[in-house]
C-alpha cells in the first residue's frame, strides 16, 4: 500500500513536534548549567568587569554551539518518545494493518531528518560558529581565556609576542613543523606605548628555548644604518605548543569557510586535521541524524509487541551513550592519525545506520 500524503503530513508533524520538545529541554538544561558555570568564573576578585548580564549574554552566545552538540540526541529521543506514543495510541498498529509497512512511514521522518541536518550544517552552523568566535573573544578579555596569539593568511602566517618591554610581529611565509622554522621571515619590534624600534628580514627563523635563531638577519630602524648578521638570536618566550593553541578552534569556523582555511593552513605548513576531522563530522550530521531515526523507531515499535517499555527506553538510552563514546573513541584516533580522518568521522553515523537498518529488518522481516 502506498503511504498518503495525509499520513505522511501527520507522522512528520509528530516527529518535529517531539524533536523539537526534548530539544528545548535540552537547550534550557545546558543553558542553567553554562550559565552558572561562568557565573562562578567570573566571580573572583580580579574579575569585577564580568558582571552577571555579561555572563548570561556568554551563556546566551554558547547556546548555537551546544544545540548542534545534543541535535542528534534530541533526534533520538524525540523519535522514541514520538513513535512511542503512536504506536500507544494505536496510531501505528492501525497503519500497518493497513498495509503500510515501517519502512513507508519512516520515509518522511528520515526525509525531515534529512532536511534538518542539511539546515544545520549550511545554515545553522555559520550562525552558531561567529556566536562561538564571540564568545572565546570575550572569554579572554574578561575571563582570563587563552587569547589567540596567531594569524592565518593567503600572505602567510602572522605571529604576536610580547616581553617584558618590547612587543614583536612576526610574519613569515610557511613553518616546517618538524624543527619549528619559519621561512622568509619579517619581524617589526615596538616598545609597549607602540614606538617603533626596528624591523628584521631573515631568511628562517628556528625556534629554540627562549629564542628564535635567526639566519642571515638584516637589521634595520630609524636613523641607523642597516646591519647583517649570520644569526641573530631574538628572545621569546613562545613555545610550539602555544603557536598550535592559538589557531582558531574548527568551532569558530563556518562550515563554508573550512575548506579555504584547511588550504591556507597546509599551504603554510601546519597540520590541518583537527579542521578536517571538524568538516567531516559536520558533512556525516545528516547521516547521523537518519542513523538516530532508525535506533529510536527500533526500540520503539519493539514496546507493544514484546513488552517491557522502561527497558527498552533504557536500551535507547544507552544506546546513545554507546554512539557518544563511540564517537569521542574513534574521532580521538583520528585525531592522532592512527586511521584516516574521513573514517574517522563518518564510522559512528554509518555503523548506528547499519545497525538501525539491519535491526528493522529483522523486526519487519524476521
Same mark, same amino acid.
Not at 115 to 120: A, E, N
Given at each position: 500500500m502506498r503511504l498518503s500524503p495525509t499520513l505522511s503530513f501527520y507522522i512528520g508533524k509528530q516527529f518535529i513536534t517531539g524533536i523539537a520538545i526534548v530539544f528545548l529541554v535540552f537547550v534550557v538544561t545546558i543553558f542553567i548549567f553554562d550559565a552558572v558555570e561562568l557565573l562562578r568564573r567570573g566571580s573572583g576578585a580580579n574579575k569585577e568587569f564580568a558582571t552577571v548580564g555579561l555572563m548570561l549574554q556568554m551563556a546566551l552566545l554558547r547556546i548555537p554551539f551546544m544545540a548542534q552538540k545534543v541535535l542528534p540526541f534530541a533526534a533520538l529521543v524525540g523519535g522514541l518518545w514520538t513513535f512511542t506514543r503512536l504506536t500507544k495510541n494505536h496510531e501505528l498498529v492501525v497503519a500497518r494493518a493497513a498495509g503500510v509497512s515501517a519502512w513507508q512511514f519512516l520515509v518522511p521522518v528520515?526525509?525531515?531528518?534529512?532536511?534538518?541536518?542539511?539546515?544545520?550544517?549550511?545554515?545553522?552552523?555559520?550562525?552558531?560558529?561567529?556566536?562561538?568566535?564571540?564568545?572565546?573573544?570575550?572569554?579572554?578579555?574578561?575571563?582570563?581565556?587563552?587569547?589567540?596569539?596567531?594569524?592565518?593568511?593567503?600572505?602567510?602566517?602572522?605571529?604576536?609576542?610580547?616581553?617584558?618591554?618590547?612587543?614583536?610581529?612576526?610574519?613569515?611565509?610557511?613553518?616546517?613543523?618538524?624543527?619549528?622554522?619559519?621561512?622568509?621571515?619579517?619581524?617589526?619590534?615596538?616598545?609597549?606605548?607602540?614606538?617603533? &624600534?626596528?624591523?628584521?628580514? /631573515?631568511?628562517?627563523? @628556528? #625556534? !629554540?628555548?627562549?629564542?628564535?635563531?635567526?639566519?642571515?638577519? =638584516?637589521?634595520?630602524?630609524?636613523?641607523?644604518?642597516?646591519?647583517?648578521?649570520?644569526?641573530?638570536?631574538?628572545?621569546t618566550s613562545l613555545t610550539?605548543?602555544? &603557536?598550535?593553541?592559538?589557531? /582558531?578552534?574548527?568551532? @569558530? #569556523? !563556518?562550515?563554508?569557510?573550512?575548506?579555504?582555511?584547511?588550504? =591556507?593552513?597546509?599551504?603554510?605548513?601546519?597540520?590541518?586535521?583537527?579542521?578536517?576531522?571538524?568538516?567531516?563530522?559536520?558533512?556525516?550530521?545528516?547521516?547521523?541524524?537518519?542513523?538516530?531515526?532508525?535506533?529510536?523507531? @527500533?526500540? !520503539?515499535?519493539r514496546f507493544r509487541r514484546r513488552g517491557g517499555v522502561w527497558v527498552l527506553v533504557a536500551a535507547a538510552v544507552m544506546t546513545g551513550f554507546i554512539l557518544y563514546f563511540l564517537s569521542d573513541l574513534v574521532l580521538a584516533l583520528g585525531l592522532s592519525g592512527n586511521i584516516p580522518v574521513a573514517l574517522a568521522a563518518w564510522t559512528p553515523a554509518g555503523i548506528f545506520t547499519l545497525v538501525g537498518i539491519a535491526s528493522l529488518f529483522h523486526l519487519e522481516d524476521g
Open positions: 528520515l526525509a525531515l531528518a534529512l532536511i534538518l541536518g542539511t539546515f544545520t550544517i549550511t545554515v545553522f552552523n555559520p550562525m552558531s560558529a561567529a556566536m562561538v568566535n564571540r564568545y572565546e573573544q570575550m572569554d579572554a578579555r574578561y575571563l582570563g581565556g587563552k587569547s589567540s596569539l596567531l594569524a592565518l593568511s593567503q600572505s602567510g602566517i602572522w605571529l604576536r609576542q610580547t616581553d617584558t618591554e618590547v612587543q614583536s610581529v612576526v610574519h613569515a611565509r610557511r613553518i616546517s613543523e618538524d624543527d619549528v622554522t619559519l621561512h622568509d621571515v619579517i619581524i617589526f619590534s615596538f616598545l609597549k606605548d607602540d614606538q617603533f &624600534i626596528n624591523r628584521i628580514d /631573515a631568511e628562517e627563523a @628556528t #625556534l !629554540s628555548k627562549g629564542s628564535w635563531k635567526l639566519s642571515e638577519a =638584516v637589521i634595520t630602524g630609524p636613523d641607523q644604518p642597516a646591519a647583517f648578521h649570520d644569526t641573530y638570536l631574538l628572545p610550539f605548543d602555544q &603557536i598550535e593553541d592559538s589557531f /582558531a578552534p574548527p568551532e @569558530t #569556523l !563556518s562550515f563554508w569557510a573550512l575548506p579555504g582555511f584547511i588550504k =591556507v593552513l597546509e599551504a603554510s605548513g601546519f597540520s590541518a586535521v583537527a579542521h578536517k576531522l571538524h568538516w567531516h563530522s559536520l558533512l556525516a550530521g545528516p547521516l547521523l541524524l537518519c542513523a538516530m531515526v532508525l535506533i529510536a523507531a @527500533t526500540f !520503539s515499535l
